[in-house]
């Protein structure tokens, strides 16, 4: 038998499927038709939890791994700040996208990824792995 969040994810992973949705608010109301007690938050966590996101204003489930030539088009300019974090400006709703690259791609001496819509951080160890991610981010 199926718990209350999973049939809510999986009416979540429907409606993204069928229907165009640009916000959190949207999903909110079209749960809430459906039955389900939901606040942003909560979608916000489940569209997290199902692997959706905002591609070009829209959400969509399973965000795609980009192919290096894809990557590559979509980022705009890489920056460094300090000696651990790298800023990386991509088209308008790529952040994401281009982040879930990175995130899945394992490069030594990188901690993670924070992204918002079009710009995403990369956080590093030290100046020695920020070189490395560099180093990685003009081979994708």
């Known amino acids: ?25 949207m999903l909110v109301k079209a749960l809430k038709r459906s039955g389900y007690k939901v606040t942003q938050s909560s979608i916000s966590r489940d569209l997290q939890a199902i692997g959706a996101g905002k591609i070009a204003g829209k959400y969509c489930l399973t965000i795609p791994r980009p192919q290096k030539v894809t990557v590559r088009g979509l980022v705009k300019s890489v920056e460094t700040a300090g000696a651990n974090l790298i800023v990386v400006k991509t088209d308008s709703g790529a952040a994401n996208v281009v982040a879930a690259a990175f995130d899945g791609s394992n490069i030594q001496g990188m901690v993670g990824t924070v992204a918002g819509d079009d710009t995403f951080f990369i956080a590093t160890k030290n100046k020695a792995s920020q070189g490395k991610v560099l180093e990685a981010l003009r081979r994708m």
């Open 1 to 25: 038998m199926q718990n209350v969040d999973t049939k809510r994810r999986d009416l979540l992973r429907r409606l993204i499927e069928s229907e165009n949705f640009s916000r959190q608010e």
